[in-house]
């Protein structure tokens, strides 16, 4: 019988657990047989509609900085404020004393592709990049940036989200 009894335990100690499965009732359970993550329903994101901007002359209109005139692509409005796009087209001349200032955005996500000419911008440990017609960069929430410089030509497509956020100037 100690043999017996010696295997009983072994095969007891080599037993896989209880899965969550066995132990939960079916009726908690989703279709994949697994309890859900959360009871309370996720939220849904705000309905959007069809928007469409064109180019018209005075669609540029000055904005957060006095060396940029924006251009709002309606993308704010059709996303309840979920997504702002617009198209910066800078001033020239570019005068460092007025545009290198350390700053930040507070957003969730912000990406600028150069649409025209070229912009150079130094980023908190990425160091200084110029960025030409077809780059496209991706900045962190709240990375301290500076323009350096533009060309006269520069434009930029930036893209951020949520559409109503903060610039916190450092300098």
Not at 83 to 110: G, M, N, T, W, Y
Not at 116 to 136: H, L, N, P, Y
Request: glycine share 6%; aromatic share 8%.
């Amino acid at each position: 019988m100690p043999k017996a009894k010696a295997a009983r335990a072994k095969a007891k100690a080599q037993a896989k657990p209880k899965s969550i499965a066995r132990t939960t009732s079916r009726s908690r359970l989703n279709k994949r047989g697994a309890l859900p993550l959360s009871k309370a329903k996720p939220k849904a994101p705000p309905k959007q509609r069809f928007t469409a901007s064109h180019l018209g002359g005075a669609d540029f209109r000055t904005g957060l900085r006095s060396y940029a005139a924006y251009r709002d692509l309606g993308i704010s409005d059709a996303t309840a404020g979920m997504v702002q796009a617009h198209v910066i087209r800078f001033i020239p001349p570019c005068r460092p004393e007025e545009v290198s200032k350390l700053h930040f955005h507070d957003v969730d996500f912000q990406m600028v592709y150069v649409l025209k000419g070229w912009i150079k911008t130094e980023f908190d440990r990425e160091g200084a990049m110029v960025m030409q017609a077809g780059s496209c960069w991706i900045q962190p929430p709240r990375i301290k940036l500076k323009v350096l410089d533009y060309s006269d030509d520069c434009e930029v497509l930036e893209i951020i989200l949520p559409a109503d956020f903060k610039t916190v100037e450092l300098e």
